[in-house]
């Protein structure tokens, strides 16, 4: 365990009776608390790395993505890094990487199509889900009146933003592949009375790994008289829109791309792009912070976004992985992922299971095993279903032993043909 300069060896630690915990009796003038770890606490703080390490070995379940390499030195752990306010503006706060902030979503812009970002600004926030909910938030302010249309495949925090922020909603019909049912769509906007609409579509669903047909459906939304004036576009990109956009073979209605006439995009730090700790951007058109933008004298700098106080860390995180891995580094990801995830699909249909993996995907949805396997890969499910995904921080020798043991019980539970 990297226990940094600020430790002893547990042999070199006083007593615990010299040091732990405040003492409400101690007088004001008592000397300051040595900063060292008691021999108990780091025991724990080992048990814990052990427990994470341990728990790595084996996860196959979440989109997290656990090579963490480069990582951002250890030392600048040592520093409160706070990018207070708008990361156009800085703030009075000196400790800020508010400049890495820009570079980063100026990076991501360029994969969404190459944004122009004088008509493009983001931010990095606290995860994903914070990007959706200020994307919609953003939707709402553009369209005041508008309902907001998600897919039943949507994440979870989509209808959460809708009930925080009393936005009415609606959930439109998924395929069995878990996309939005674009006749659903024409459905809807044609019983919506010219209501304006702000549609939230998925890059990369939860459970399936499906991706939104954003062509297609601007192509519905525009026969049925919406037009940009009364529509506001956001995209969840949680997981793939740092996916697709490095995969040449992904046609273009699936891309992340502003181009197509997304207002918003989203995604989490923490999956493709592999920061040690949840977070996440959002970029949208620079009109829709315009609009909530208000100047903050206390900060010296705009609040354009959700949280006031942002996690410097996180920025550094993101700005030390886009910047070390790059195009390169993430096309190889992406590419060797997906052709992972195709061969342990066609694993396990050749011993009868009935496997859902979709195009451009690293999402391989199966049958859901009994509660041993789930526990020991952590595999999230719903429905009857779970689902591995092929990170680059999955092994080979991971899936292989997850095969086994998954295969193993499709032929003991008789389902196999
Ligand atoms: C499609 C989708 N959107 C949003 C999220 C939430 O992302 P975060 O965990 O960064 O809040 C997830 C998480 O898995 C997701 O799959």
Same mark, same amino acid.
């Given at each position: 365990m990297d226990l940094g300069s600020d430790t002893r060896a547990p042999d070199q630690h006083p007593e615990p009776s010299q040091q732990g915990g405040i003492d409400m009796h101690q007088k004001a003038s008592s000397p300051p608390a040595r900063h060292i770890l008691s021999r108990a606490m780091l025991d724990t703080l080992f048990d814990t790395e052990l427990r994470v390490r341990r728990a790595n070995e084996?996860? #196959? +379940?979440?989109?997290?993505? #656990? +090579?963490?390499?480069?990582?951002?030195?250890?030392?600048?752990?040592a520093y409160l890094i706070n990018n207070l306010g708008d990361p156009y503006a800085g703030?009075?706060?000196?400790?800020?990487?508010c400049a890495l902030e820009r570079e980063a979503i100026a990076w991501l812009s360029q994969v969404w199509g190459g944004a122009d970002m004088d008509l493009y600004a983001g931010s990095i926030g606290a995860s994903g889900t914070e990007g959706n909910i200020w994307g919609l938030y953003l939707g709402r302010e553009a369209l005041p009146t508008a309902i907001l249309l998600h897919g039943a495949?949507?994440?979870?925090s989509i209808p959460k933003a809708a009930r925080i922020q009393r936005i009415d909603s609606r959930m439109l019909r998924s395929t069995p592949q878990g996309e939005i049912d674009l006749d659903d769509l024409a459905f809807v906007l044609d019983d919506l009375g010219g209501r304006p609409v702000i549609l939230a579509l998925t890059c990369g669903t939860t459970m399936k790994g499906a991706h939104d047909d954003i062509a297609g459906a601007i192509r519905v939304l525009d026969a049925a008289g919406y037009g940009p004036d009364r529509r506001y576009i956001h995209l969840d990109g949680a997981l793939n829109a740092m996916v697709v956009p490095f995969?040449?073979?992904?046609?273009?209605?699936?891309?992340?791309?502003?181009?197509?006439?997304?207002d918003s995009i989203s995604t989490s730090g923490h999956k493709m792009i592999g920061t040690p700790m949840p977070c996440g951007a959002l970029i949208c058109r620079r009109t829709h912070l315009d609009r909530i933008s208000r100047a903050i004298a206390y900060l010296r700098s705009n609040d354009t976004t959700l949280m006031g106080s942002r996690n410097g860390h996180a920025v550094l995180a993101i700005w030390t992985r886009l910047m070390a891995h790059g195009v390169a580094g993430y096309t190889q990801d992406a590419l060797r992922c997906t052709l992972r995830a195709e061969d342990m699909a066609a694993a396990l249909r050749d011993v009868g299971v009935d496997v859902l993996l979709n195009p451009h995907s690293l999402t391989v949805v199966f049958p859901e095993p009994p509660e041993d396997i789930q526990m020991t890969y952590q595999l999230p499910c719903h429905m009857g279903l779970a689902h591995a995904i092929i990170m680059p921080s999955v092994t080979d020798s991971l899936i292989e032993r997850f095969l086994t043991d998954y295969i193993r019980w499709f032929r003991l539970s008789g389902r196999a043909q």
């Open positions: 084996t996860h #196959l +379940g979440y989109p997290y993505n #656990l +090579g963490i390499v480069p990582r951002v030195p250890t030392s600048l752990g703030s009075h706060y000196a400790a800020e990487v495949d949507a994440h979870y995969l040449s073979a992904a046609p273009a209605a699936i891309r992340p791309d502003f181009g197509l006439g997304i």
